[in-house]
């Protein structure tokens, strides 16, 4: 499977991250890791579930990130600290592959993603003022087209595709499912070579 990060590193450095560009709105940065891992050989992507009690996205399946603070150098320390934060552990070990194409959401922030491979054997120490629950999903679940599924919304008179995944109980939708959406074309393609 290293072969696979590999690949996908490559296709990261080979194509340069879309950025958001909506005239007349000023969005603030934030960033989140699009954490990989391997479990018994496979390749899975971490999620986690934020508590129920939270102002805003309450319950809803994310991946870890927020808001760039002042002291981030770039917006992947903010990726890298926020994942620390949330899921406490020592990120020095994460391999960073590349950037996903920035993502816009409706509370008027542009999410810049970063996929990068957890150290196996790693421990999780979730604060649980910010996760829930840590869902890890193997990537050729999330790849079935029978767990995917689109809604056209409108929002402020724009119409567009929210995308729905279900993986048994979960349900990652919104900013996480459009994230998610892009990691899944890049990996198709690299899982389908011979």
Do not use: C
Request: net charge negative; hydrophobic share 40%.
């Amino acid at each position: 499977m290293e072969a696979l990060f590999d690949a996908l590193e490559d296709r990261l450095a080979s194509r340069p991250p879309r950025a958001v560009h909506l005239p007349g709105l000023t969005l603030r940065e934030s960033a989140v890791l699009v954490p990989l891992l391997l479990r018994e050989g496979a390749p899975h992507v971490l999620f986690t579930k934020r508590p129920t009690t939270l102002r805003h996205h309450a319950g809803q399946y994310s991946f870890p990130g927020g808001s760039r603070d002042p002291e981030d150098a770039t917006a992947l320390h903010t990726a890298l600290r926020e994942t620390r934060e949330e899921l406490g552990i020592d990120v020095s070990g994460v391999r960073v592959l590349g950037a996903l194409d920035e993502v816009p959401t409706l509370t008027e922030f542009r999410i810049q993603p970063f996929v990068g491979v957890i150290p196996q054997g790693t421990e999780y120490r979730p604060n649980p003022d910010e996760v829930e629950l840590i869902v890890e999903v193997p990537l050729t679940a999330l790849l079935e087209p029978s767990i995917h599924r689109a809604e056209r919304r409108s929002v402020r008179g724009v119409e567009y595709d929210v995308d729905f995944y279900t993986y048994g109980p979960h349900v990652i939708w919104g900013a996480t499912g459009r994230i998610l959406r892009d990691l899944l074309r890049l990996t198709s393609t690299l899982l389908a070579r011979p």
